[in-house]
C-alpha cells in the first residue's frame, strides 16, 4: 500500500523559512514523479512544484518560483520542499503527491494527508 | 481565479446520476488527455477517482465514470449513494509553462 507522510509544517512569521518533508513507503520511490500540492483551508487545490523521478528536472508554479526549492533523497525515500521568503498567502496545507510514471506529465494518483503551514506575525 | 471552471454546487437524490463539468481551453483540457478527477471528504486528503480523462483506479466503483468533449471535461456519478457527498476537483495538464491547473471545485449534496 502507498503510504506519503508529510511533515514539517508549522507557524513561521513572514519572510521566514520551512523545509517540508514527505516520506514514501509501499512502493518503489526511486522511479516515480512527484509533486507538492498545497489548499488553502476552505478553498480548492493548487499545484506548487515536482519533480522527475532522478531528481534531475524540476518544475514550479510562477508565484513560488525562485522562494521554493524541491528536491528528493531516492535512498531514503523522501521528497523535500525547501520553502523560502515566506509570504502570508503561503499559508495551506501542503500536500505531498506520486505521479504514475518517471515524469511529472503524469496525473498523481496517491496523496499523503497533508501538512499544514502557516504563514503569519 | 482557477484556471478551470467547475460549477460549485450540484445535488441529487440517493439512486439519482449527475453530472459535473470541467471546462478549460485548448491550452489545457482540449491538448491533452491528462483529466484527472479527485474526490475529498471534509478534512481528509484527495482521492483519485478518474485518471486519464476516462480510467478508473481498480479500486473506484464502477458507478464513477469520465469523459471530454472539446475544451470540456464531465464527470458522472450514477447511483448517488450518501457517501458520495464531498468536494469533487478536476485537474488538466496545462503544458509545460503552468503544468497542472485545477478547477475550483464542487461540492456534491446527496439530499
Known amino acids: 500500500e502507498v503510504q506519503l507522510l508529510e511533515s514539517g509544517g508549522d507557524l513561521v512569521q513572514p519572510g521566514g523559512s520551512l523545509r517540508l518533508s514527505c516520506a514514501a513507503s509501499g512502493f518503489n520511490f526511486n522511479i516515480y514523479a512527484m509533486t507538492w500540492v498545497r489548499q488553502v483551508p476552505g478553498k480548492g487545490l493548487e499545484w506548487v512544484s515536482g519533480?522527475?523521478?532522478?531528481?534531475?528536472?524540476?518544475y514550479y508554479t510562477d508565484s513560488v518560483k525562485g522562494r521554493f526549492t524541491i528536491s528528493r533523497d531516492n535512498s531514503n525515500h523522501t521528497v523535500f520542499l525547501q520553502m523560502n521568503s515566506l509570504r502570508v498567502d503561503d499559508t495551506a496545507v501542503y500536500y505531498c503527491?506520486?505521479?504514475?510514471?518517471?515524469?511529472?506529465?503524469?496525473?498523481?494518483?496517491?496523496w499523503g494527508q497533508g501538512t499544514l503551514v502557516t504563514v503569519s506575525s | 481565479q482557477s484556471a478551470l471552471t467547475q460549477p460549485a454546487s450540484v445535488s441529487g437524490s440517493p439512486g439519482q446520476s449527475i453530472t459535473i463539468s470541467c471546462t478549460g481551453t485548448?491550452?489545457?483540457?482540449?491538448?491533452?488527455?491528462?483529466v484527472s478527477w479527485y474526490q475529498q471528504h471534509p478534512g481528509k486528503a484527495p482521492k483519485v477517482i478518474i485518471l486519464g480523462v476516462n480510467k478508473r483506479p481498480s479500486e473506484i466503483s464502477n458507478r464513477f465514470s469520465g469523459s471530454k468533449s472539446g475544451n470540456t471535461a464531465s464527470l458522472t456519478i450514477s447511483g448517488l449513494r450518501p457517501e458520495d457527498e464531498a468536494d469533487y476537483y478536476c485537474?488538466?495538464?496545462?503544458?509545460?509553462?503552468?503544468?497542472?491547473?485545477f478547477g475550483g471545485g464542487t461540492k456534491l449534496t446527496v439530499l
Open positions: 485537474c488538466s495538464y496545462a503544458g509545460s509553462s503552468f503544468f497542472w491547473v
Open positions: 485548448h491550452s489545457d483540457v482540449g491538448s491533452y488527455d491528462l
Open positions: 519533480i522527475n523521478y532522478g531528481g534531475g528536472s524540476t
Open positions: 503527491a506520486k505521479h504514475r510514471t518517471t515524469t511529472v506529465v503524469t496525473p498523481f494518483d496517491s
